[in-house]
């Protein structure tokens, strides 16, 4: 259901106005119709007090020679009420109705009044003060009571018709004149917020624009500005202070950059001249070992030892290097590669390397093809492999699954009874812009070990992160392999997805197809 209430400041400032506008017109009307209305009272008060009781009198008594049945209606107005009581009780009652066809004046009429109206008239006081009355068959009257000559009480009254007629004019009157005035004050006041607003929408334009840029590219230069920033103004201080903020900002981003820009060159130049001296110790243990003389049964155990670490830092720098050119962007081969054949590859080594595990393929029966650099996909197919075999005990059944369909677009992970979405994950998936809907090609490896830990799940593909918390060297895992083949997805305008829980852990590469 939409809101009532409007939203956007614009719309609450004009709305805003216009009620107070509202209000005050409401104000000024009530006031100026109460006024009339006390006003037009008085001068019917007065009037009553100028007439006096001499009509009520001349009903009984009437005078100037007239008809015994016709009161003195001389200089009385069409309307008045004369009333003459006698112990309490209504002995005459008559109206003032018109003006008479002889000329004589003006003639009245007998009027018959309710019980309730007569002793209403009876309890009228007799000092002269006028009360409001209600009569059945004439409306509201205006009537003031007065002692007459022969102890009897004489009542005159004047309608207030007139009166209220007057005042529901001027109301009319008014409310037409506010509305037109509240209509023309709307405008004006949308057209003034809006100019006066024209700032403030820069400034949201500006911030707007701010929140659409890429930061996370490493490129910082950016030049969004809020334009005409008054200082005078509030407008103005929030669009200075918003300028310096991203002037803060973009030093920040690019003092980042260069910073991580220095430790991916460090990163590469390291693992570049690593790579000779870890070779050479290599050489020079497998050279030792194969010495024709005798050599001590404790210094051979030493230099398989050496052997073996070397090898193992000749793979962790090989694995450096690659994700330094990686995140340095650098472009990768971009050939049409068979995901089929290389499939077919990694599991044959897979084999090899663990016989004891049982090994399946799910293989389309047409050949899947995708753009890219083919020795890097092998690469992160033979880690999603070699990570399942590693962390899993034998026996364990893993299965390479190869087909082309719509993508889940999130990185997940499972557990039993539930699903639960890790922003860190979530947040990969959005930085890698990854495909969805038709046109990705999934490769994905399936085991029914124990599965990941929650708390591993959650950051399985960040670097040195290892499945084994004793950081045993047994097992030969640096902690980069799911990281290599992270950055290999993202570079190839993929992703990586992992769904875990006790029996069934899936982790899947998604590429787009070619």
């Not at 895992?477 to 992270?486: K, Y």
Request: with cysteine; net charge neutral.
């Amino acid at each position: 259901m939409a809101r009532a209430v409007p939203r956007t400041l614009r719309s609450r400032l004009t709305l805003g106005l216009v009620a107070i506008l509202a209000v005050l017109c409401a104000a000024i009307g009530f006031t100026t119709t109460t006024v009339l209305r006390h006003y037009l009272m008085d001068r019917l008060d007065q009037q009553l007090v100028e007439a006096g009781g001499r009509y009520a009198a001349s009903l009984e008594h009437p005078s100037g020679g007239g008809d015994a049945n016709r009161g003195d209606t001389r200089a009385q107005a069409p309307g008045t009420l004369g009333v003459r009581l006698v112990a309490g009780a209504v002995t005459e009652a008559a109206l003032v109705d018109g003006d008479a066809d002889d000329g004589t004046g003006s003639v009245d009429d007998k009027v018959t009044l309710a019980a309730a109206e007569q002793k209403a008239l009876a309890a009228l006081p007799l000092n002269g003060s006028a009360r409001s009355l209600q009569l059945s068959g004439l409306g509201g009257y205006r009537v003031r009571a007065q002692a007459g000559r022969d102890g009897d009480v004489l009542v005159t009254g004047l309608p207030v018709a007139r009166v209220e007629q007057t005042v529901r004019d001027l109301a009319g009157a008014e409310m037409a004149m506010f509305a037109a005035a509240l209509a023309l004050a709307a405008l004006a006041a949308a057209v003034g917020v809006r100019l006066a607003l024209r700032p403030l929408d820069r400034v949201a334009r500006t911030a707007e624009r701010v929140s659409r840029l890429s930061l996370e590219s490493g490129d910082a230069a950016f030049s969004v500005r809020v334009p005409h920033d008054d200082p005078a103004t509030e407008v103005g201080r929030v669009g200075a202070s918003l300028n310096r903020m991203l002037g803060h900002v973009e030093d920040a981003l690019a003092k980042r950059h260069a910073v991580e820009g220095r430790l991916r060159e460090f990163a590469a130049d390291a693992s570049h001249e690593l790579r000779t001296p870890v070779a050479a110790i290599r050489g020079h243990a497998e050279l030792a070992q194969r010495h024709p003389d005798a050599v001590p049964e404790g210094v051979r155990r030493s230099l398989a030892r050496i052997e073996a670490e070397a090898l193992r830092m000749g793979v962790l720098v090989e694995d450096l290097l690659l994700l330094a050119r990686l995140d340095a962007g650098r472009p990768l081969a971009r050939q049409e590669v068979d995901l089929t054949r290389l499939a077919l590859d990694a599991v044959d080594d897979a084999r090899a390397a663990a016989p004891g595990h049982r090994w399946r393929l799910d293989l389309p029966a047409e050949p899947t093809l995708v753009a890219g650099d083919r020795d890097r996909l092998a690469q992160a197919v033979a880690n999603l492999i070699a990570n399942a075999r590693t962390h899993t005990p034998e026996g364990t059944e893993v299965t390479l699954r190869l087909d082309a369909g719509e993508s889940k677009g999130t990185h997940l992970w499972r557990q039993e009874g539930g699903i639960a979405a890790r922003g860190a994950v979530a947040q990969d998936a959005r930085r890698a812009g990854a495909p969805g809907g038709p046109g990705v090609v999934r490769i994905s490896v399936t085991d029914n070990g124990p599965g990941l830990d929650p708390d591993l799940a959650a950051r399985v593909f960040e670097r040195f992160v290892r499945g084994d918390r004793t950081r045993s060297r047994t097992s030969g895992s640096t902690g980069l392999g799911l990281a290599i083949t992270r950055a290999i997805a993202e570079a190839h305008g993929g992703r990586v997805e992992l769904e875990s829980r006790p029996g069934r852990t899936v982790f899947t590469l998604v590429l787009p197809a070619a």
